[in-house]
């Protein structure tokens, strides 16, 4: 299982800006989708966003327009671009990667998972 590492999180206001970062080990991100889950307390994992490894996106409805996920395959990087944060945003974000042809924005598709980072957002 490749081993995936978010960082960027942090506490911000409502309609501040994060980006999010997730290293992925050579090769990853060039040829797995890779995906963003989030996890409030309390709550199930949810979707995100997802970047598949021939480059078409899929967002779910509550961040579509305000988060972009984007993918760098020289630096094996996958971002997300979070902006006019919300406080229903909060939650811990969590990077994880699934073999092609998996559906993108269900939990069980994707095998690896990083240890996740901390976004909150205050009103």
């Known amino acids: 299982q490749a081993q995936l590492v978010e960082s960027g999180g942090g506490q911000v206001q409502t309609g501040d800006s994060l980006r999010l970062s997730c290293v992925a080990p050579?090769?990853?991100?060039?040829?797995?989708?890779m995906g963003w889950f989030r996890q409030a307390p309390g709550r199930e994992r949810e979707f995100v966003a997802a970047?598949?490894?021939?480059?078409?996106?899929a967002y779910s409805d509550s961040v579509k327009g305000r988060f972009t996920i984007s993918r760098d395959n020289a630096k094996n990087t996958v971002n997300l671009q979070m902006n006019v944060l919300k406080p229903e945003d909060t939650a811990v974000y969590y990077c994880?990667?699934?073999?092609?042809?998996?559906?993108?924005?269900?939990?069980?598709?994707?095998?690896?998972w990083g240890q996740g980072t901390q976004v909150t957002v205050s009103s």
């Open positions: 050579p090769r990853t991100v060039m040829w797995y989708t």
């Open positions: 994880a990667a699934a073999e092609p042809g998996n559906p993108a924005a269900v939990a069980s598709s994707y095998k690896s």
């Open positions: 970047i598949s490894r021939s480059g078409p996106t």
